[in-house]
């Protein structure tokens, strides 16, 4: 059989436990003997839960140390709120898998209050394999800005602006000059701001210029498309609930929403602003509105599964949020953007722009 090994700088044949005895008479709790022996050797073992040695492991993408740790927590029954600090932490650490390792992690909360602690291990130890593969964005060349604002930012708060610009203020510039925005924000209410932010995500997905979702010219860098807005809108969410209002973790999640903000710029339709945008799409009667999206999602006819699952994730972030008190013009611009979104017929393949793509990176081999 073959499994993933111990972190993401490797990959390792592994022998099922009938070949490794190792395995088999490694301690474990009830709680761990249903474990799939696909995992690498020793990661059924407990460590004591030490939430330091745990953000460790995911940084150096240690999972067995990582799962080990989580081990221990369960056994000394540690639940999740106790957890959810540290696991908040590890995700934002970096601009984990474009935000998916934030989301996954509000999910994974939900799904536990729901089904009950029983399904808390076996979850964690995704999630935890899920973040220690994931792609660290900012560490791209396209987000290196972010890591010199997040170290500016306590310089920043006492530099607080006499009033927070409005949303439109954060629409239309480039990553760099939207991290510097949110910076010249920073002493405001971490609440306030990323409801702005909120907000101007909204008015990029408005305006997105949907043609560029449908090219088959363009370079692998612009494959861009309607999920690339969609994300910021569930991220946001997955902040609100996970970090309370006293949180250390407020920089990392509003620099995080300006790379979302900045880096969809590039793909506004020329010659639509922010008012025009939302005057097309915005919802006027949201009982009617809603109850239309719940038909849609009950018969949605789409044959690829990911994009009716972000038709409801971001539907059910932006429901989530508008509950949650969003201020006016956010919630006319979220419910807008999830209008907009629910009426895209989504190009589920693009057989001729990955030809040409996988043409033109042979060439270059040649």
């Given amino acids: ?165 409005p949303a439109g203020a954060f629409t239309g510039l480039s990553i760099k000059r939207t991290l510097a925005q949110v910076l010249d924000a920073a002493g405001h209410s971490p609440a306030v701001l990323l409801d702005r932010l909120t907000e101007a995500a909204g008015l990029h997905l408005l305006r997105f210029d949907e043609s560029i979702a449908h090219r088959v010219d363009n370079p692998p860098q612009d494959n861009t498309g309607w999920l690339d807005f969609s994300h910021a809108l569930t991220f946001a969410q997955a902040l609100r609930e996970l970090l309370p209002a006293d949180s250390q973790l407020w920089p990392q999640g509003l620099l995080q929403m300006a790379l979302f903000v900045g880096r969809n710029t590039a793909w506004l339709e020329p010659g639509v602003d922010n008012h025009q945008a939302l005057a097309r799409w915005k919802v006027g009667d949201e009982t009617a509105f809603d109850a239309r999206c719940r038909v849609h999602m009950l018969d949605h006819g789409q044959a690829v599964d990911i994009f009716a699952v972000h038709w409801l994730k971001t539907w059910s972030a932006v429901r989530d949020s508008v509950a949650g008190g969003l201020s006016a013009s956010a919630r006319d611009t979220s419910l807008a953007a999830v209008n907009r979104l629910f009426s895209v017929q989504f190009k589920q393949h693009h057989a001729r722009r990955n030809a040409r793509q996988a043409l033109s990176f042979v060439a270059r081999e040649v």
Avoid at 58 to 68: G, K, L, N, R, W
């Fill in 1 to 165: 059989r073959i499994c993933i090994g111990a972190s993401g700088r490797d990959w390792e044949t592994r022998r099922t436990t009938q070949s490794r005895p190792d395995i088999r008479t490694q301690p474990t709790s009830s709680q761990h003997n249903a474990n799939s022996s696909c995992y690498p050797g020793g990661i059924h073992i407990s460590k004591p839960w030490d939430s330091t040695q745990f953000l460790r492991a995911i940084e150096t993408q240690d999972e067995i140390t990582a799962v080990q740790h989580l081990h221990g927590a369960a056994d000394a029954g540690l639940g999740l709120d106790g957890l959810m600090p540290t696991l908040a932490q590890a995700a934002l650490a970096h601009y984990n898998d474009f935000g998916h390792s934030v989301i996954y992690l509000m999910h994974l909360r939900r799904s536990v209050q729901r089904l009950g602690p029983t399904v808390m291990l076996p979850l964690l130890r995704s999630w935890v394999r899920s973040l220690i593969y994931a792609t660290r964005e900012d560490l791209l060349p396209d987000f290196r800005a972010y890591a010199d604002a997040l170290l500016r930012w306590s310089d920043a708060v006492p530099r607080k602006t006499a009033e927070l610009p």
